[in-house]
């Protein structure tokens, strides 16, 4: 498979004198925290979108937050440009390093500071895993909410940067609705609080500007999250469909309803097929949609919703609609749903995973929308998307050694994702921005309002430094792209009146 | 009464030519639109905050977007200030007008543009008062959860200014979580959409960014709420305390029991006593404190948590615990709290009502503090609030008229809101920053930070025309007010010991 580079942006950076930023770099975090030899660091040349590749100049694993400082301080004086990450599970290419900056690496800090279970709070270190908040706060009965799928994985620092999502966050939010407060170090290594454990801090909202700035204004160095009581019970219902758009149809009548339910997800036949293969979840692999529908709280509560959401289902025109048993069943449907990435991945050589959101009403027309530019390009999508917030994740099956087909690939994705925004949604729900989709945010913002990200970016880093060239595309680029005519979600996209 | 005036932000403002301005702004918004006579301005010269009071040079109040536009086009060429305001009910003096500004009044734009009841969606303009929101989602069976006390008057346009809150906040969170996008015109009169109907929007949040940022960032002139199913019922509990300290931990019970009331609110004997002579709600006066817990949601679920509630706070302390019998029981409860500050009014020529946040940890302790501040100061203190999310509403008796009481009063409520930020909390909870908390800005934030939101703001508003004085000090203030040595929550507050 190719591997990408961008030219403008790391071929662009003004030279290092490598041995003595190494050298410093050593004194300040001596031991094995500075590697440079090509065998060390070329294991950090991606994240989780290995499309992408670069090798960075040097990695540097602080152990303290001094030392991470230190560094900073050092960057900035030196002008040399640095990219933070945690667990580098993102699937954007925002923690891409630079091949002349600094990939500043927060694994070693995976304390867990402090859990308060009567306030529901939990003070952690930014390297700490997602799912490992949740289990230190299990004996008291308590959880973190936000989980994306490489909860096992990814670290809570990224969530910040990236404002991760996950199955739940249909209920319960994303990363910015889970947190309290974030420790951050400056470019300039101050350390500034941002938010508070209480209920408003005055001032502007600098904690959700931050969450999702995918590093680009700062680092975390502790962040504080909140923690919710464990549903009492969590019940599955599984609904198939004979056409995809009845499926999107149904979706809109149960959020429609005032449910919301805890995860709401959709696969499509292809999917559905792929997933079953692999896993034996018990799919109905004739069937052309289906709906996954998890029901928490009180037990009582959730039995009257299964009920109601059941009826909703048949009156919307699911041919099946069954409940888990138990919670083998339960945990085996998820796990079809968990899987259905590499699931699909078995089905092609290689396979591009597009993250889109949409307003659920445009649900059904964007399905279609896909299914016409899959047969127009000639390459098979498949959907498994968090249906219930218009969270979108088309799969573009592809083999990157047939000459051309990457590029297919690329061209496909970018429609789709332009349809995505036709309709009033955007081009990302979850993943970021990263360096993936720098060319599309062209596509979603005005020149003006990309010069206003520009002028908070230089806010906090004039110099622009913390992680350049992800995120905010320059006006010069956008021009390149062509795609300055449009204004916010007002694209012109001809294709729409025929889907 | 006496009325304060800030002679370093109205006196260090530039001359103006009153008549060329007036005359230019009549062009552009012609009939009616600007009002420049005495005893036309004379009723805008203050908002909900009467302590605060300046005549502004001249109102406009216009009926387009376009006009709104011209004006700030206008003022952003010739240098000349501008507060935007709605109904003007904000509590901290956040649109106070400026002797040599233009007050902008958004109270022509009062258009439901649209309601879409599947999607659960509103977009309306920045005059619709928040009940109007409400009101007409009715008939959907949906609401808009934020509820201010100045609901009936206060518009949508300003909620946002201020992240307003309200007595179900707890359970429904602040403005900020309750919309999805807002259209605004930055000061140059461009138009700009922040935020996405959809899941997330990429880039910087700068739609958490601008909403509470007290008309410093833009106007705004369109905003689409969230709309939320209304539920099916609500029940109500009241506590009785034999002591203030207790209800403090109780409130802490509840919360900690993984119960999230629609509303959890606390009086103490001084307001217990104002409202039941004023309303006569049933409220027990010899109680040292009351709590009022209201759940809502299905009906089978309230009743058991009415069930629980009752228990926990039996077991915390509470002497006597009663359900209202009856929905006109429920309401007469509410209507004794919502009616509390009028009530506590009644007492004394005047109140000064603080609102300032703590970790709910904190409310034992910081009740203690007040009531030992109260006595050292010699003045009344009745505390009216609400516990379930820690915001604290100390209301000051006073007497304006006896020489030295005003100024002993401001010393004493700066003194509270100092205790808030040593706990950890903040010094507004949902009232806003504005004029009067300016000086408090410089305890809660370090240089360092207040330096951040500058920056910020002069990504927005270079020239500092929109809303100049309010919500973030100048350094030089800071220093003035001799509150810089402190660092974010860690003030130095040697009473803290005491309580």
Redesign the interface.
């Known amino acids: 498979m190719n591997f990408k580079y961008d030219e403008r942006i790391d071929g662009a950076l003004p030279p290092v004198d490598r041995d003595a930023l190494i050298e410093a770099l050593e004194r300040l975090c001596p031991g094995m925290q500075v590697l440079h030899e090509p065998e060390h660091v070329r294991p950090f040349e991606c994240d989780g979108l290995s499309a992408y590749r670069t090798v960075p100049l040097c990695v540097v694993l602080p152990e303290t937050v001094e030392q991470v400082a230190a560094v900073l301080k050092l960057a900035a004086a030196r002008g040399i440009p640095v990219v933070a990450r945690g667990a580098g599970t993102g699937l954007s290419g925002g923690a891409l390093p630079l091949e002349k900056g600094i990939l500043l690496v927060m694994s070693k800090f995976k304390r867990i500071v402090a859990i308060?279970?009567?306030?529901?709070i939990a003070r952690v270190e930014p390297g700490v895993r997602n799912l490992a908040i949740s289990q230190a706060a299990a004996p008291h009965?308590l959880y973190y909410a936000p989980d994306p799928s490489s909860q096992i994985a990814c670290s809570i620092g990224g969530n910040v940067a990236e404002?991760a999502?996950g199955v739940h966050?249909l209920k319960y939010g994303?990363t910015?609705?889970n947190i309290l407060n974030v420790d951050i170090l400056?470019i300039d290594g101050?350390r500034?609080?941002l938010g508070?454990?209480?209920?408003?801090?005055?001032?502007?909202?600098?904690l959700?500007?931050f969450?999702?700035?995918e590093g680009m204004?700062g680092v975390v160095v502790e962040v504080t999250v909140k923690l919710?009581?464990k549903p009492q019970c969590a019940k599955m219902l599984m609904a198939s469909f004979n056409d995809v758009e009845t499926a999107g149809k149904a979706v809109?009548g149960i959020?429609?309803?005032?449910i919301i339910p805890g995860g709401l997800e959709m696969m499509d036949n292809l999917a559905i097929r792929a997933a079953e293969d692999f896993i034996h979840a018990g799919y109905p692999v004739d069937a052309e949609a289906i709906l996954l529908c998890e029901l928490d709280g009180?037990e009582?509560?959730v039995d009257?919703d299964i009920a109601h959401v059941s009826q909703l289902l048949r009156a919307a025109g699911a041919a099946n609609v069954t409940v888990a048993k138990d919670e083998a069943e339960r945990l085996r449907l998820w796990a079809g749903r968990k899987n259905a990435f590499p699931a699909v991945g078995r089905l092609s050589p290689d396979y591009y995973c597009i993250d889109g959101?949409?307003?659920?009403?445009e649900l059904a027309r964007v399905l279609r929308g896909i299914a016409a530019l899959s047969s127009e390009y000639g390459l098979r999508v498949a959907n498994v998307f968090h249906a219930g917030?218009?969270?979108m994740h088309p799969l573009i099956l592809f083999d990157a050694n047939q000459p051309g087909e990457l590029a297919r690939t690329e061209a496909l994705a970018g429609k789709i994702l332009e349809l995505?925004v036709a309709v009033?949604?955007?081009?990302?729900?979850?993943h970021?921005?990263g360096r993936e989709?720098i060319n599309q945010?062209c596509v979603?913002?005005?020149s003006?309002?990309i010069e206003?990200?520009h002028?908070?970016?230089?806010?906090?880093d004039p110099a622009q430094l913390l992680n350049p060239g992800k995120?905010?595309p320059t006006l010069h680029r956008c021009a390149e792209f062509g795609a300055m005519h449009v204004h916010?979600?007002q694209l012109p996209f001809p294709e729409l009146e025929r889907f």
């Open positions: 308060d279970p009567v306030a529901g009965g404002n999502g966050c994303l910015v609705h400056t101050e500034m609080t508070a454990e209480s209920l408003d801090s005055p001032g502007f909202d600098l959700a500007l969450t999702g700035s204004l919710l009581p809109a959020i429609g309803a005032g009180a009582i509560d009257e959101s949409i307003p659920r009403r917030d218009g969270n995505c009033g949604g955007s081009i990302t729900g979850e970021g921005v989709k945010m979603q913002f005005t003006d309002e206003f990200f002028a908070v970016k230089a806010a906090f995120n905010i916010h979600g």
